[in-house]
């Protein structure tokens, strides 16, 4: 994040706490796509991860008198998203955890975007959901260890402040994570890349 | 750091520590005079990298029309419920307002090939939107909007059949069925002039599927939401 974002992000949390609403507003649609996406790759389902992003900024909103600006804003949300997706896969029975669920709303399609070149587009939607399958498919901590990282491309002292776990404990869940996935993977070696 | 790679093979804590990045110059040097006849190490290397690479590259699951409306009218109802209504009438924040959002359709865009052809379109309302009103169903076709070619693409590896209901056709679950292409996915392709459409895929006849990769999707009434796709117009060079 750049340093005007990180600027602008403490003006607007300071209009809001104020009770500007535009202010607050401007911040949900700037993270947004943020919380959505770990949501999504937490929870698998469409339906889940956008109730639990909304979720997410409703408890943003109730706590933001207590943000002391001691992280960012994002920093911040992404522990509220993580926080709240883990006590939701934890109520979750075993038998409704969509693992490896295809043929539920967490199946990924896509639109291919270049009619000349359809079997290489084809190839990358294909890659993108198996990747998204083998993902989710991941045990719960390593894959959000891994989305954090390799998704949302944060550092691992980023990582350390949003999930609570010593950045070397990440690191170690971050390998095994890459590890299962470079497993479930290796038939698409060669094939798509 | 490394006390907790203990586990690893050599080649593999290489690798690992290479794509975090935290290898020393000097170290750096020595893997890469390595890659040259270490085949478990450069397997290994090839692997992570890719995987960071398309990882880093998995596109983001469309932000619904309205989510912010949403989340600032859910913020209001926790804050009419926490103060029991007296706060509704004096914080700012609970006074209806419309903050319009709207994702960039940079996907949808991209998703209108630029194959010209003529073509007549039919264009029906909209059965399962919840206000037709503000969809383009079938813009006239003029010689300036020719119709665009579009190909949709889903994966059902389970399915028997699949087809798309949309503006575009009425709505009808049968009539624009997808090809099976090898593997998983399924496509068609379809003419669409320029315009705003909505659409769902059928799977089996019965199962109405929706496109959890759209960039836009409005509410359709009946407990889902249809993917919204903008179809442009080709601009051509002057």
């Known amino acids: 994040m750049s340093p005007e974002t990180a600027s602008d992000d403490a003006a607007l949390v300071r209009a809001a706490q104020r009770g500007d609403r535009d202010a607050f507003g401007t911040l949900v649609a700037r993270y947004a796509p943020a919380i959505l996406s770990v949501t999504s790759r937490m929870l698998g389902s469409t339906s889940d991860a956008e109730d639990m992003a909304q979720e997410t900024f409703v408890a943003a909103y109730q706590a933001l008198e207590r943000f002391q600006f001691d992280a960012s804003f994002k920093t911040w949300l992404y522990r509220i998203a993580m926080n709240k997706c883990t006590d939701s896969l934890r109520r979750r029975r075993p038998d409704t955890v969509p693992f490896e669920d295809g043929g539920s709303d967490s199946a990924a399609a896509a639109t291919i975007p270049d009619l000349e070149t359809p079997h290489w587009e084809y190839e990358q939607v294909e890659l993108a959901w198996q990747l998204d399958q083998a993902v989710q498919a991941l045990p719960p901590l390593y894959r959000e260890s891994f989305v954090l990282k390799h998704i949302e491309g944060l550092d691992y002292d980023e990582m350390s402040h949003i999930l609570g776990v010593h950045r070397d404990t990440l690191k170690m869940r971050v390998y095994k994570a890459r590890t299962l996935l470079c497993r479930s993977l290796a038939h698409l070696e060669g094939a798509h890349r | ?24 110059a000097e170290e750096r040097l020595q893997l890469l005079a390595r890659l040259g006849h270490d085949e478990p190490l450069r397997t290994a290397l090839l692997s992570l990298e890719h995987l960071a690479f398309d990882s880093a590259r998995l596109p983001r699951p469309a932000v619904p029309a309205g989510f912010v409306g949403d989340v600032l009218r859910r913020t209001a109802l926790a804050s009419t419920e926490a103060s029991g209504g007296h706060q509704a009438r004096m914080n700012p924040f609970l006074k209806p307002r419309v903050l319009h959002w709207n994702l960039a359709s940079a996907m949808a865009l991209a998703a209108a090939a630029v194959l010209v052809v003529a073509v007549a379109m039919t264009g029906q309302a909209a059965r399962f939107a919840n206000d037709t009103s503000a969809i383009v169903s079938a813009p006239a076709l003029t010689p300036d909007s020719p119709a665009m070619l579009v190909r949709l693409i889903i994966m059902q590896p389970d399915a028997k059949a699949v087809a798309v209901a949309g503006d575009f056709n009425g709505w009808n679950p049968t009539r624009t069925p997808l090809e099976r292409l090898s593997g998983d996915a399924w496509a068609v392709t379809i003419p669409l002039r320029p315009g705003r459409y909505e659409y769902m895929f059928v799977v089996d006849g019965d199962r109405w599927v929706a496109d959890p990769f759209a960039t836009e999707r409005r509410d359709d009434g009946f407990g889902s939401e249809n993917a919204v796709l903008d179809v442009r117009p080709m601009v051509t060079p002057l």
Do not use: C, I, K
């Open chain 2, 1 to 24: 750091m490394t006390g907790d790679r203990t586990n690893m093979s050599e080649p593999d804590q290489l690798a690992q520590r290479f794509v975090d990045q935290e290898l020393s």
